[in-house]
């Protein structure tokens, strides 16, 4: 039975259910969104706690814009996905910017992820001459994102030690 909201907006973005994506690579993309979202989270606002799942659906509106983009040539309703996915964004991103109880770093920080692992594991559709190239840059770029974070997070806190210790 289709969702309530997909009745009502037959060109958003489907709700996800795993369908399109595959178990094995929703459960991947959505795991990763979310330590993406939290990290950014924390290297940006290391001294406040954030809790709630925002930063992984952003990550996985991030992997739709992925999915969409990859395979643009084949999917008819392509405009009305992308426009649709960009509005969702949008505006949320500006609700997160305009409310000081949203960690607008964790949706950012799930966008940025979900683009790139999304990027990563998106099924294709077409052309697969150039698909191993394509995943090659995509890992780098997501090991380089991640380990960039990682080393904001870490880094820092060995310089507070060594001034402490001083």
Known sequence: HPHLLQSLFPNSPRIHDG????????????SLTAIGATLMSTVGSPNTVSVGASGALFGMLGADVAYVTWNWA???????RMCNLIFIVFINFMIG????????????GGFVSGLLVGTLLTPRMADPSTEQRNRLVAGVLSVGYFAGILAGIFLPCRRRERIQVV
């Open 19 to 30: 369908k399109e994506w595959g178990t094995r690579r929703f459960v991947i993309l959505y």
């Open 74 to 80: 084949n999917l008819p309703d392509n405009k009305a």
């Open 97 to 108: 910017f305009g409310l000081d109880q949203i960690d607008w770093r964790a949706h950012a």
